[in-house]
Structure formats: structure tokens, C-alpha cells
């Protein structure tokens, strides 16, 4: 049975078809050790649909989802959580919610970005920096919170460094929010203003432990939190920067396990340690006595 031309017609348009590298949008085409599963010119509707098919954004679009749903139910856990806290004040409150709200904007802005980028030039352009947005949130979501517990017992040094990693933050915000950061030609810009930011986190650290003493408790329970975090950043962007493992096979991890992937598993594991990591510290200040 034959399908007539008006229906054929909208049959062919309800399909998503792959492309290979060399037929796909230019603007897709980043990493060229990716060599076939592309998407293109595809409108809302079948960017939707695209979800539930198999191509070299699927994985990147579900890693951050998934962990973006997670944290939307973790929101209601931990605004349980600091309500029923007898010691906390309106800022611990306000210190623990922004972290799991940021964290789900970061992962829904990622998701958004990896879903829709097939759309045309300009929605991957608008996607995409609605992506670099979202990571800048998500980063800052995680350093003022814990900073906030981490500096519990000194208020005015809690005051200096949130200003002075609030004139980072300001400086990369201004970046992220340039046309031209989410551009190709600056793909390692962006790498080293994400990266700044980051270490931007460890004089404070390094200051927090000269406070309390390496021998001390906190620190001691703390401190491998820490360094876990960026042993797990550091090696996402290891992935991230050296496009492994498509670069030494390429064509053979375009719909699974390359690089960008890897990168979205880490990024996911530092936002869940953080986490973690923050709902612990603000359980330990809040129930110690500060040193005198």
C-alpha cells in the first residue's frame, strides 16, 4: 500500500535524520573527530521527539537532564532539611536553597543547549550561551554556599572573600554574557575563564585551613571533600580539553563515550559531592561551638 504524496510528505517531515560531518550544519560541526549521528535544521517539535532517538547529543542531553530532575526533587529534601533546623538563620536558609536551585539551572540550561542547538545558527548561538550562563550560576551557586559555612565562625572574612570572589564572578559574568563567548574561536577562552574561576576557590581554602589547623576535625573531614572536587573538575576538563577518546579513534564514540560526554559525568559529580559536601558542613558548623 502506497503512501499518497500529501501524506509522504508528512511523513518525510516528521522524520530526524543523522547526518554525517561533512553534510551536517556547519555551526554543529566543533569537534571533527565526531564523525557521523548529527542532527540539523530541525524544528521545536522534532527536537522533542529527538529525545527519545539515538544520536551524538542523546547522551549529553540526559546526563544533565536526569540531574537536573534529581535536584529539582533534592530541593524539597533539603528545604525540609534547613526548616526543621532549629539554629538556622534566614542566610544559612538562603545559602542552602541557592546551591540546589543553581545546580538545576546549570543542568536544565545544559540539557536545553544540547537539545535545541540543531534548530539553526542562531538558536545554537542563543542555546549556547544560555548554556555558558548556566554554568557560571551553577559555579557560583556552589562557591558562596559553602563559603558561607566554610567561614561560619569568621563573619568578616566570610564579607572579604564574598566580595572579592564577587568581583571574579562579576568579571566572568561579563565575559559569558559576550556574543562572541559561545563562538568556536573561543572555545579555549571559555576553558580558561571557567578554569580562573574555579581556582579562584583554593586561597580561601588554603586560608580555611590555616584558620582552624590541619589537625583540626573540620578540616579533617573536610579537606578531602575538597580536593576531590577538583580532582573530579580537573579531570572532566582533562576530557573536555584533549577530546579523548574520539581523537585516537575517531568515528568510533560519536554516539557514546566521547569526550563531551565524559566531561557532562564529571561536571554532573562535582555538583552531587558539592552538594553533599555542603549539606555535611552545614550540619557540622551548626552543631559546634566556634573556636575562640
Known amino acids: 500500500m502506497f503512501l499518497s504524496s500529501g501524506k509522504l510528505l508528512r511523513y518525510m517531515s516528521n522524520l530526524i535524520i543523522l547526518y554525517d560531518y561533512h553534510e551536517a550544519p556547519p555551526f554543529l560541526t566543533g569537534n571533527p573527530h565526531i564523525k557521523s549521528g548529527y542532527r540539523g535544521y530541525l524544528p ?74 540543531c534548530q539553526s545558527q542562531d538558536a545554537h548561538s ?64 571559555r ?3 571557567y578554569s580562573l574561576v574555579s581556582l579562584s576557590g583554593i586561597i580561601p581554602s588554603a586560608h580555611w585551613v590555616i584558620l582552624y589547623g590541619v589537625k583540626s576535625e573540620i578540616v579533617a573531614l573536610f579537606l578531602p571533600r575538597i580536593a576531590l572536587l577538583y580532582f573530579f573538575g580537573g579531570t572532566g576538563a582533562f576530557f573536555y580539553v584533549t577530546r579523548l577518546p574520539e581523537v585516537l579513534l575517531p ?13 557532562h559525568v564529571f561536571a554532573a559529580i562535582v555538583f552531587i559531592v558539592g552538594h553533599k559536601t555542603q549539606q555535611d558542613l552545614f550540619l557540622y558548623v551548626t552543631s559546634h561551638i566556634c573556636p575562640t
Open 191 to 193: 576553558i580558561v575563564t
Open 251 to 263: 568515528g568510533k564514540f560519536d554516539i557514546f563515550g566521547h569526550s563531551h560526554q565524559i566531561w
Open 44 to 117: 521545536t517539535k522534532l527536537c522533542f521527539r529527538s529525545l527519545f532517538t539515538l544520536h551524538n547529543e542523546s547522551i549529553n542531553v540526559w546526563s544533565h537532564l536526569l540531574v537536573g530532575l534529581y535536584f529539582f526533587y533534592q530541593y524539597f529534601m533539603d528545604f525540609s532539611l534547613i526548616t526543621n533546623e532549629e539554629h538556622a538563620t534566614i542566610y544559612d536558609q538562603l545559602a542552602f536553597i541557592s546551591m540546589v536551585i543553581a545546580i538545576q539551572i546549570a543542568m536544565f540550561a545544559s540539557a536545553a543547549y544540547h537539545l535545541f542547538n
Open 126 to 189: 542563543k542555546f549556547l550561551l544560555i548554556d555558558c550562563i548556566g554554568i557560571a550560576i551553577g559555579l557560583s551557586g556552589c562557591f558562596f554556599p559553602v563559603m558561607h559555612y566554610a567561614f561560619y565562625c569568621f563573619p568578616e572574612l566570610k564579607i572579604f572573600y564574598g566580595v572579592t570572589l564577587g568581583a571574579v564572578f562579576g568579571a566572568a559574568g561579563y565575559f559569558v554574557t559576550r556574543p562572541w563567548f559561545g563562538d568556536k574561536n573561543s572555545t579555549y577562552f
